[in-house]
């Protein structure tokens, strides 16, 4: 038997409606694979938490989460809350004490589903995303200056280390020697950005003399966005800078199906800290509490949990289990023009597990 120790946060919103579904998942695996026991625990570590407390999770909390296996997060933030206390106090600190220096998103179309690029194909839509997740753009370096003066300014510093967009670039390049595709496509804007973004190219074609069997390929990041829509069939691996990888994720997921979809994974390739796997979506306040939230983005996520934990074959039952209820078409949230709620469409995927396995 092999245990795993989970962290579960279902945080604000629409999180706990979609994680209460993605417990569900990890209980099915348990039950399918009988070799495997989760040990969850719960933290009600939310923006209610933060009213209460005056912080979104005790001072301990990274003590407390370093010990587990892996953290599962379903969305945090609210409107009581600003969304800078709820994302730096949170979820950037756990990102950034357990090194989860790659924050991988899948672009996938899945079968069953349309993509609003309609003469696309599902072979063409299925590349992934490697973000940078703890440097960059998102320093929390910089300041203002000259308040209430004609002089008034603001700076952002960026800052790229050579550690740091090392690690990166070398993680997308091994993601790359697995996948069948070859290739691999950097996000740089060296044209208009011209300290950090040059450093950050010849890193990429260095790292690139290593691999000379895939094929590297520098787009800006606009004329990169474009490709997304034109011609995604060219991606497998994309590699991109903190908020580059952001922008280029969110319209990722807009051209595979939308929010309710979209799962990523914050990781420690080392494991010598716990990974977190998490909706790409927010919390979604105006569809909170109405059980009609789109639980697939955070049952997808217990797939790429289950791919990092090294079970690739339940990692793929997860997802054609998804697939087979969206060819069906009989459940659906009604994002997806459906009128099931939240339960419904989980305990259809769940079935679909016991089928196919
Ligand atoms: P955040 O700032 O936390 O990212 P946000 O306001 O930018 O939040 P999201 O919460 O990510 O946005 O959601 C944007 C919209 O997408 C929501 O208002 C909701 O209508 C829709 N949406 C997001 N997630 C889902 C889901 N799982 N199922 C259905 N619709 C969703
Ligand atoms: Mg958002």
Known sequence: MQHFSIAAIPGDGIGPEVMAEG????????????????????????????????KMMPDNGLEILRDYDVILLGAIGA??????????ELILPIRRAFQQYINLRPIKLLRGLESPLRYKAHKDLDFI???????GEYSNMGGRLHENTPFELAVQNNVFTRYGTERVINYAYSLAEKRTGRRLTAATKSNGINHSMPFWDE??????KQHP????????????????????????????????????????????GGLGLAPSGNINPEKNYPSMFEPIHGSAPDIA????????????????????????DIADLIVSSIEEVLIDRKVSTPDLGGKNSTREFGEAIHQQMTKKS
């Open 129 to 135: 995303v490697v973000r940078e997740n703890t440097e």
């Open 23 to 54: 417990l569900k998942t990890l209980k099915k695996i348990e039950e399918l694979h009988g070799g495997i026991h989760f040990s969850i625990d719960t933290f009600d570590w939310n923006c209610e938490y933060y009213v209460k407390h005056g």
């Open 203 to 208: 890193i990429v074609k260095e790292v690139s």
């Open 79 to 88: 409107p009581t809350v600003p969304d800078h206390i709820s994302v730096w």
């Open 213 to 256: 069997n895939i094929q590297t390929d520098i787009y800006h990041i606009d004329a990169l966005a474009a490709y997304f829509i034109t011609r995604p069939e060219e991606l497998d691996v994309v590699v991109a800078s903190n908020l580059f990888g952001d922008i280029l994720t969110d319209l990722g997921a807009a051209i595979v």
């Open 289 to 312: 509490g109405k059980q009609i939230a789109n639980p697939i983005a955070q049952i997808w996520s217990i797939s790429l949990m289950m791919e990092h934990l090294g079970f690739s």
